[in-house]
């Protein structure tokens, strides 16, 4: 961080691993700043995200739940003190309807709301099936590639905003769509 003047105010060295998502939030009230650690090949990330205080001093340390990791798109700390995260998960996928193989992969676009404090998980949402694989403007890999196939980013989860409403928004880059999701029962209300 450096001031006007391009004093530098502060720096904290990293290792290897990439660093997204820099930006100053709101936690517990006080201003923090918060940011991804992980890994990031071809776009999709793995990693945690990390809170500081105006002390720089680390007073949290969010991770994705159930077994997943967090990607670097997205992490927005609530009015409630969650935190709103994005993932990317490879699942097995038939993608004959889309021309692709049948023993395909897809990422699933995925949306989680973490407690900070506790870590626990209070709502998640899947692109998948919520999302077609039709409604993608990406071509899916083709059916010659097989099993070896990368696999088919159809959604590709850009970002997450909570609504006044308590209902998220949802973007999505490779459906050139921007989705509300009920909190309550997790369906698409439009597109």
Known sequence: IVSDNGQVVWFRPVDAKDVADFRVQLYQGRPVLTWWRGRAPRGVGGGYYVIYDSSYHKIAQVRAGNGLVGDLHEFIITPRDTALITIYKRRPQNLGAVGGPSAGK????????????TGRVLFEWHSFPSVGLRESYTKAPSAKEGAKAAPYDYFHINSVELEPNGNLLVSARNTHALYEIDRQTKKVLWR
């Open 106 to 117: 897809i990422f699933d676009g995925i949306v989680q709301e973490i407690d900070i404090a």
